[in-house]
T-cell receptor, first 113, second 112 residues
Framework: DAGVTQSPTHLIKTRGQQVTLRCSPK?????VSWYQQALGQGPQFIFQ???????QRGNFPDRFSGHQFPNYSSELNVNALLLGDSALYLC????????????FGPGTRLTVT | GEDVEQSLFLSVREGDSSVINCTYT??????LYWYKQEPGAGLQLLTY?????DMKQDQRLTVLLNKKDKHLSLRIADTQTGDSAIYFC????????????FGSGTQLTVLP
């Protein structure tokens, strides 16, 4: 049973560019959440997708957008990258009903230069 | 509002018990979680507790919840060097795995 997978593992981008990160949830899960973890800090909630719609959003600008596909996988897009966007981006999957567990993937380390 | 606080560092000797503490401010928190993060890795779910429980035990892990003081603790019995990691406390508001609010993490160092 595959857990949560994310790609790519590492990414280096230049300020102003755009980036797309990908996530496949744990088998049987239908909800995907994205978190940003800056160095030395705890993860911060970006948004959550369920049934291909954004259901909840944290305090992040519109430069951060996402998508969920019919197979429950998800993408996180960040436009007009800033140096401050450098972080570990974590995807977490869960089951919308009847479960209170969120399982995290290994993350994508994004460096903006 | 939501705010989760943890002490930054904890050092223990191998074989001793570790106690990692966390305080939260939102009294409507439904579930409280403990995650472990090793260097360069994602977060591993260790355990979680429902807000109407006082204690939960899972092998070497014991979670204590004092809802009146909004205090959560994680006790690791017989701490091993493999337990060295960052431990995050997190709260979830509402059911069905809503968004998690994390503390800044406690770096646990296990000394031989």
């Amino acid at each position: 049973d595959a857990g949560v997978t994310q790609s790519p593992t590492h990414l280096i981008k230049t300020r102003g560019q755009q980036v797309t990160l990908r996530c496949s949830p744990k088998s049987g899960h239908d909800t995907v959440s994205w978190y940003q973890q800056a160095l030395g800090q705890g993860p911060q909630f970006i948004f959550q997708y369920y049934e291909e719609e954004e259901r909840q959003r944290g305090n992040f600008p519109d430069r951060f957008s996402g998508h969920q596909f019919p197979n429950y996988s998800s993408e996180l897009n960040v436009n007009a990258l800033l140096l401050g966007d450098s972080a570990l981006y974590l995807c977490a999957s869960s089951l919308r009903s009847g479960s209170y567990e969120q399982y995290f993937g290994p993350g994508t380390r994004l460096t903006v230069t | 509002g939501e705010d989760v606080e943890q002490s930054l560092f904890l050092s223990v000797r191998e074989g001793d018990s570790s106690v990692i503490n966390c305080t939260y401010t939102d009294s409507s928190s439904t579930y409280l979680y403990w995650y472990k993060q090793e260097p360069g890795a994602g977060l591993q779910l260790l355990t979680y507790i429902f807000s109407n429980m006082d204690m939960k035990q899972d092998q070497r892990l014991t979670v204590l919840l004092n809802k009146k003081d909004k205090h959560l603790s994680l006790r690791i019995a017989d701490t091993q060097t493999g337990d060295s990691a960052i431990y995050f406390c997190a709260e979830s508001i509402g059911g069905s795995a809503r968004q998690l609010t994390f503390g800044s993490g406690t770096q646990l160092t296990v000394l031989p």
